[in-house]
């Protein structure tokens, strides 16, 4: 299953309190890509926020995943995540 994450900044954080976690960071998302857990990763143009599309077996198992993210761990952001199903509109032009 696909699912879309989107990062949420928790209120209470500061830029500079997630500098200490950036290599981390940077490393665990790597070792989900390399496990193909995320399929893509991308920052959002204006704000600089991650978002990931994981290909996992259900919404639970995201879940897992983004709470072994080290600035999830740290309470420092979160992320909303949206299950995909396949585009069906296609089947209208051949009703």
Known sequence: ????????ECPHTHPEQMQAYLMSEAAKVWELYQKEIIREAYFEKDHHS???????????????VVRSLPLVEAGLIDFN??????????ARLFA
């Open 1 to 8: 299953m696909k699912i879309l994450a989107i990062e949420v």
């Open 81 to 90: 995540l949206l299950p995909l199903i396949p585009y069906d509109g296609f």
């Open 50 to 64: 991650a978002v990931l599309i994981f290909e996992c077996e259900n919404l639970s198992e995201a879940q897992a």
